[in-house]
């Protein structure tokens, strides 16, 4: 404690950002936190290069670089509490969907190929080297709280940050996205599946008695289910619930094809082999956990076995 104020360090790995502006985005919440912390290092709001001491250290991102594990082993040097902020920092993120490619069909899509970043050469000793896989942080150092989310929604960022400060436990359910969705699960005669962008979705039932694939009964509610109540099917970005990460023979697709088959006309198998063709989509947020990566989905095994192959 520096006075009465929480030191706070904040540093962000392989990201996108989007977990740091949620962070300074509390809006009239992050007075409440700046009365109690004092904001020491925070990659946009100080020029802090070092790791100073702390009693809270934020990371955001996986570790898919040197500079990524050393950053996270400096945090937790430093930090009393770290907390994984982030479904990257908890589960790999959307990166772990780079686990179905080589290092070097990444290298060479982003410096000569992508059409925003196109240069006409690679980049060698000058940046930090990609490491074989995308690592969630607690497979590198200790983590002391998770707070999933795509980015996490300013809810149970406030809530993670109280509890920390006023030492208690977060007061956070462990339901589905289902549980703060206003549609209505309903069987229905529906027998083929539909593209997220097919026909218009009725606006009260269910995606899944519809035909459309929602990943809102696997998904942890860390949102409050902004997706399935705004017509958009849930894509699962806040991570896997306690049930599908923690029960080895449940998993997204037989969770879903159990549920959709149910409420519809549409065979399970059929429900099945779509996931599975579409399992870099579906899988995208946790691929790269060791929970989601071991389930009996085989493709994601390979992906992640020829990762590990390489050099
Ligand atoms: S969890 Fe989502 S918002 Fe946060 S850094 Fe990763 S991709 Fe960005
Ligand atoms: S599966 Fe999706 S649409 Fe259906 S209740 Fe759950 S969140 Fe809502
Ligand atoms: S509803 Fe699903 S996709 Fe939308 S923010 Fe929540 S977890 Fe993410």
Redesign the pocket.
């Known amino acids: 404690m520096s006075g009465d104020k929480v030191r706070l360090n904040t540093e ?1 790995l392989c ?8 962070l300074v985005d509390l809006h009239e919440k992050i007075l409440n936190v700046l009365e109690k912390v004092e904001i020491q290092k925070c990659p946009v709001l100080t020029d802090e290069k070092g790791y100073p001491e702390a009693d809270i250290g934020i990371l ?3 570790v898919r670089t040197e500079h990524d594990r050393h950053a996270a082993m400096e945090m937790r040097r430093k930090c009393r509490t770290i907390i994984a ?6 589960y790999g ?3 772990g969907a780079g686990l179905a490619h080589s290092r070097e069909e990444i290298m060479d899509h982003v410096y000569r190929h992508s059409p925003t970043t196109r240069t006409d050469f690679i980049p060698g000793n000058s940046i930090s080297g990609l490491e074989k896989m995308v690592t969630p942080i607690d497979e590198v150092i200790d983590v002391d709280l998770y707070l ?5 929604h300013p809810h149970f960022i406030f809530e993670g940050l109280s509890a920390l400060v006023e030492k208690r436990s977060p007061r956070v359910g462990q339901e589905s996205v289902c549980a703060g969705c206003r549609r209505t699960m309903v069987r229905t005669e529906v027998d083929t599946l539909r593209e997220p962008n097919e026909g218009v979705p009725d606006n009260a039932t269910c995606f899944l008695s519809q035909g459309y694939i929602c990943q809102g009964s696997v998904t942890l509610d860390r949102c409050l289910a902004p997706c399935p109540n705004h017509g958009m099917p849930c894509s699962g ?1 806040a991570g896997p619930t306690m049930q599908v990460l923690t029960e080895p023979t449940r998993d997204i697709r037989t969770e879903i094809s159990e549920r959709m088959s149910r409420l519809t006309k549409i065979p399970y198998e059929t429900i099945r082999t779509h996931l599975e063709k579409s399992a870099k989509t579906q899988y995208a ?1 946790a691929m790269a956990t060791k929970m989601i990566g071991n389930k009996p989905t085989f493709l994601i095994r390979k992906w992640i076995a020829e990762g590990e192959a390489q050099p």
């Open positions: 962000w990201d996108c950002g989007g977990c740091h502006v949620a955001t991102g996986s902020f982030g479904t990257c920092a908890v993120g959307l990166h999933p989310g795509c980015p996490p970005c947020y």
